[in-house]
C-alpha cells in the first residue's frame, strides 16, 4: 500500500484510489485538546485537475479520539468522519526578480488549494490535517456542561459543591449588618 499520492502515477494511469490506516499520536497533533487519538482511516480517490499540473484529491478521513472538555477539562470520546476536497497545485517559481508571484485568490474554493513542489503528497501529512481541522477551537463534552467549580474546583456536573451558597450567605450578612446600623441610627 503505497504512503503516498504520486501524480507521475496519475498522469500514467489515470485516477488513483488510496486506502490507508494511519498510526498518529496525539503528541505529534500538539493540541491541548486533543487527550488521545486512535487510527484514522483515509480514503480518497486523486486525480487531474482542469489547471496545468493540478491535481485534486476527494475523500474522507475517520477517527475515533479523545477530546479534552475546555469547560470541565475531562477528556470525552469523539468518533469523527470529515470530507475533503483538496486541490495540489504547483508551487509558483520565483520571477527572475526573486519576487514570488502574486497569487489571485479569486473564489473560496481557492482555500482548499495547496502547492506542491515535490510530485507526491504523503497521506501521512494529509489524515494529520484532517485531525487539525476536525479538531474544535473550544470542545465541550455536552453543550450544557457546567464546568468547574470556580472556588473549590469541584467538577459541578458531578458533585455540588457549598461555594455559591457560602456566597450567598455573606451576602446576607452583609445586609443583616446594614439593617442593624439602620435600625441603631432609629433609636438615636
Ligand atoms: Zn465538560
Ligand atoms: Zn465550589
Known sequence: MSEFINFDDIDKHGPQSYRAEIEVSASELDRDEVAGVGPTLLELTAKKG??????????????TADFTCSRCVEPYPVANQSAFHV????RPEASA??????????DTEELDVEYYSERQVSLRDLAIEQIQLSVPMKPLCEEGCLGLCSHCGANRNRE????????????WGALAGIRDELAKKKDV
Do not use: M, N, Q
Not at 87 to 90: C, T
Not at 97 to 106: F, M, P, Y
Open 50 to 63: 482542469d489547471l496545468p499540473g493540478e491535481y485534486i484529491a476527494d475523500g474522507t478521513a475517520s477517527f
Open 87 to 90: 486541490r495540489f497545485r504547483p
Open 97 to 106: 526578480s526573486g519576487e514570488t508571484e502574486e497569487v489571485e485568490i479569486t
Open 160 to 171: 455540588t459543591c457549598d461555594c455559591e451558597k457560602k456566597v450567598v450567605d455573606e451576602r
